[in-house]
């Protein structure tokens, strides 16, 4: 049994805020140090086990004994106001809070839309898009340029509306809406207002679409849904919603935020630019090194589980810090470290088990095409500001950056 | 010689198979786990075993070494 740290989170609100923008924040390597798995209080009400270690964290991900409901007791809902907490347990599960079968019969009808193969098959696509965003970064004469305006942001939204099947001429109103819906420091009513907006358009959106599915991933789902009948209307909306908003602020962050990473480490970005094979593996170290998502690989246990020398009860909830995770010394070295020769490739950046990211692979394909195409286009692209004093999301459920003036 | 098998009740269809060795794992139309061989030969065998430990569904094993 592992020594109880109970209170070491309290009064920290989570996300917890990072002290240095390119480290987890302090308090996890205290936690981490302790013990891998820990109880620990949580200021949004009641205790929650805190897990740090890769090890644990992986193996509770990938056991069906944990439940990703969270309408369940138990369940650890970070940061949320008690009518935020109400609306998510009245309303329609996403795919991300289903559990066994009614998970699966969710999730298999799309995966056949994300295999290797079939996002490759995009790579031409998705090039054009990039040279298209850097083409007009070129053109211009003003600078610093902002690096999320002109590439971070339109790359992901504009692939993920082709891909679905979303008109891009609507992308401002959704992206401005999912920038509410995740902000920390949104009042509960602007967060519900934001993602009641979404939810209508997107309702909006498969409604025309059930009439004329047409040939793109919603369209097809459509078709396909009224084959098999796994999803009725209201389904449909949520899996649209789901799809569309993780679909591009995740990627956004991750493109600004490996530019930032990369930027501050020359000899490293050198090492990239040296060799494009090299790419592919860069994208995993810095999924690792940022993990933009910390704690949205969260679990309520349905059973009583032993598990790291750590008896969990039924009911009790289980935070696995995919963050913490990744930087556990006892599987990547030296973590602090941005290293794209490591190999990081078992990070949890994307989760693990049943649920892990859906669109992992469209997001690897975006961040080594924007990666390759950006240092080789603009070889002297540097930061126009301190790394340290750009504006981090430490507000967000989402780690990233609002703003990034480069220049060049 | 090992022999592998895939459960393709438990995949989730997330590629990492796919990613990690094309030459043994496949995925069919719906995302769903292929085996191209269930003898993988001994050059790709370091790369079995890692897209083993990467399949986040533990749907893959080694059946025998
Ligand atoms: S890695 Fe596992 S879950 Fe993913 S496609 Fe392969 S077998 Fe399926």
């Known amino acids: ?408 | 010689m090992m022999r592998i098998n895939a459960d393709t009740g438990l995949c989730v269809g997330s590629g990492q198979c796919v990613l990690t060795e094309p030459a043994v794992f496949d995925q069919d139309g719906d995302g769903i786990v292929v085996l191209l061989t269930d003898h993988p030969s001994d050059e790709t065998e370091a790369q079995v075993r890692d897209a083993i430990t990467l399949c986040p569904s533990r749907a893959l094993s080694i059946l025998q070494e």
């Not at chain 1, 998510?88 to 009808?109: K, T």
């Not at chain 1, 047409?214 to 098999?228: H, K, S």
């Not at chain 1, 599987?331 to 950046?349: I, M, Q, S, Y």
Request: glycine share 8%; proline share 6%.
């Open chain 1, 1 to 408: 049994m592992t020594k109880s740290v109970s209170g070491e989170l309290a009064g920290l609100q989570l996300p917890v805020e990072r002290g240095c923008p390119f480290a987890p924040p302090d308090a996890y390597e205290r936690l981490r140090e302790q013990a891998p798995i820990s109880k620990v209080r949580l200021t949004s009400g009641g205790e929650a086990w805190w897990v740090s270690g890769h090890e644990e964290g992986r193996a509770i991900l990938a056991d069906r004994r944990f439940s990703s409901d969270r309408r369940k007791d138990g369940f650890p809902l970070l940061n949320l106001d008690a009518a935020i907490q109400q609306q998510f347990r009245s309303q329609p599960q996403l795919m991300i809070g289903m559990d066994g079968a009614e998970h699966a019969a969710v999730r298999r009808p799309v995966i056949g839309e994300f295999t290797v193969k079939r996002l490759a098959a995009l790579r031409p696509r998705i090039q054009d898009i990039v040279d298209h965003f850097i083409d007009d970064m070129l053109a211009t004469d003003r600078r610093p340029v902002d690096l999320v305006q002109a590439l971070s942001l339109p790359v992901p939204s504009l692939v993920i509306c082709e891909l679905l099947g979303v008109p891009y001429t609507d992308h401002d109103f959704f992206q401005s809406r999912t920038a509410v819906a995740v902000r920390r420091t949104s009042s509960s009513e602007d967060r519900r207002r934001a993602l009641a907006d979404l939810r209508a358009y997107i309702d909006d959106l498969v409604t025309r679409k059930e009439s004329e599915p047409g040939d793109d991933l919603f369209g097809r789902q459509i078709a396909r849904q009224r084959q098999q009948g796994a999803l009725d209307h209201a389904g449909l909306v949520s899996l649209a919603l789901l799809l569309l908003t993780a679909g591009h602020e995740t990627t956004a962050n991750m493109i600004s935020l490996g530019v930032i990473g990369l930027l501050s480490h020359p000899e490293q970005l050198a090492l990239v630019k040296a060799d494009p094979g090299r790419t592919p593996m860069a994208v995993e170290e810095l999924l690792r090194y940022f993990t933009i998502t910390d704690t949205v690989t969260s679990r309520v246990a349905t059973e009583d589980v032993e598990i790291g020398g750590v008896s969990i009860k039924a009911g009790e909830g289980v935070i696995v810090s995919s963050l913490s995770a990744n930087w556990d010394p006892a599987l990547f070295k030296n973590p602090a470290e941005l290293d794209v020769e490591r190999g990081a490739r078992h990070h949890l950046a994307f989760g693990f088990g049943p649920h892990q990211c859906l669109g992992q692979n469209l997001a690897r394909l975006e961040l080594q095409i924007v990666f390759d195409t950006l240092f080789r286009r603009i070889p002297t692209l540097h930061l126009a500001a301190p790394a340290e004093g750009l504006p981090f999301k430490t507000d967000a459920v989402i780690y990233g950056v609002h703003e990034l003036p480069v220049t060049w």
